[in-house]
């Protein structure tokens, strides 16, 4: 079945430095690609999306490339700060027949930025 | 203010007792979702509707029942709750998903449910 394979955490930087977070999928079809993030004690939230191949999507900050042939989205960024501090999960949209489309969800990856 | 809202935020109970956590949203989303979250599992779907009166399993029903009378409610009920449903819930509102095209789901902040 579809499944999203994201970097373990948790993964300590100082201010300013520069960050990727490895996300791989496996998918039939063409799924539209997410990445959403928690912060401490709140629910998740959406950070950027990809609809399709070569896509790029970004938000504050943040990018991440739709790659087909690597089946991949990493999260990037390039100077991140101490409020980037969060859970951070890889998503794609896993179509159910005609029932609906679930969000297949990473595990996650616990960012802590120290100044 | 776009949201979707989630009650009680903290809930300790025992083995078998039954409960329900409502969920609301005011975003007039046809489609609600119910999500368990667990260390080093990432976010889980329990149950979905697409709209009223039309709901499906997810991928770990079991010890959980929903129902969907009115658009904007979506409670989970927990009929004989047991610890192993320990756990932090959310629910999640969006537009439903069309044909190549999957909209952004909104999360409520979270239930988090201990079964003691």
């Known amino acids: 079945g579809d499944s999203v394979t994201q970097m373990e955490g948790p993964v300590t930087l100082s201010e300013e430095a520069f960050l990727t977070i490895n996300c791989t999928y496996t998918a039939t079809g063409y799924p539209s690609l997410f990445w959403y993030v928690q912060y401490p004690g709140e629910g998740l939230q959406l950070l950027l999306k990809?609809?399709?191949?070569?896509d790029k999507g970004s938000n504050k900050g943040f990018e991440a490339t739709y790659r087909k042939e690597t089946t991949s989205f990493h999260l990037e960024k390039g100077s991140v700060q101490v409020s980037d501090s969060a859970v951070y999960f890889c998503?794609?949209?896993?179509?159910?027949?005609?029932?609906?489309?679930?969000?297949?969800f990473g595990k996650g990856t616990t960012l802590s930025v120290s100044s | 203010e776009a949201q979707v809202t989630q009650n009680p935020r903290y809930l300790i109970t025992v083995t078998g007792k039954k409960l329900t956590v409502t969920c609301s949203q005011n975003m007039n989303h046809e489609y609600m979702s119910w999500y368990r979250q667990d260390p080093g599992l990432g976010l889980r779907q329990i149950y979905y509707?697409?709209?009223?009166?039309?709901?499906d399993k997810g991928d770990v029903p079991e010890g959980y029942k929903v129902s969907r009378k009115e658009k904007r409610n979506f409670p989970l009920i927990l009929e004989s709750p047991s610890p192993n449903q320990t756990s932090l819930y959310f629910c999640?509102?969006?537009?439903?998903?069309?044909?190549?095209?999957?909209?952004?789901?909104?999360f409520g902040p979270g239930t988090r449910l201990t079964v003691t």
């Open positions: 999640a509102s969006s537009h439903p998903p069309t044909s190549g095209y999957t909209y952004e789901q909104y």
């Open positions: 998503a794609l949209s896993a179509t159910m027949g005609q029932a609906g489309t679930a969000l297949i």
């Open positions: 509707s697409m709209n009223v009166e039309v709901t």
């Open positions: 990809a609809t399709k191949a070569d």
